[in-house]
């Protein structure tokens, strides 16, 4: 059973950095794709950034040059870099998997099947 389980959330003022972490247990396939989504009070859930065994990324517009997503290449565990953070960047951060992802400009959570329960990112003015 594929288990991603996410940490390293907080609260920070503006303009300040956190490093978000995701650990995938179980996970035995050759090829991935793994992502970052969030979803703030009252709002849909967003696509934050996705990466592929492929090397593909992408990132959503509100994120693009202050966010960046890695991944351990010895273990299954996703990081997400933020830097520069603003108040409209909080929300519940999702950590998702799964085998394959479509082309990079249509991913979306439907291409995931395995996630995690979340980490609150909570930035103050």
């Known amino acids: 059973q594929v288990h991603p389980v996410e940490s390293g959330g907080g609260s920070v003022q503006a303009g300040g950095s956190l490093r978000l972490s995701c650990e995938v247990s179980?996970?035995?396939?050759?090829?991935?794709?793994m992502g970052w989504f969030r979803q703030a009070p009252g709002k849909e859930r967003e696509m934050v950034a996705v990466?592929?065994?492929?090397?593909?990324?992408t990132y959503g517009d509100s994120v693009k040059g202050r966010f960046t997503i890695s991944k351990d290449r010895t273990q299954n565990t996703l990081y997400l870099q933020m830097n520069s953070l603003k108040p409209d960047d909080t929300g519940m951060y999702y950590c998702?998997?799964?085998?394959?992802?479509?082309?990079?400009?249509?991913?979306?959570?439907?291409?995931?099947?395995?996630w995690g329960q979340g980490t609150q990112v909570t930035v103050s003015s």
């Open positions: 998702a998997a799964d085998r394959e992802c479509g082309p990079m400009g249509w991913v979306s959570e439907a291409d995931f099947n395995y």
């Open positions: 179980g996970y035995t396939y050759s090829t991935w794709c």
């Open positions: 990466r592929d065994s492929r090397t593909r990324t």
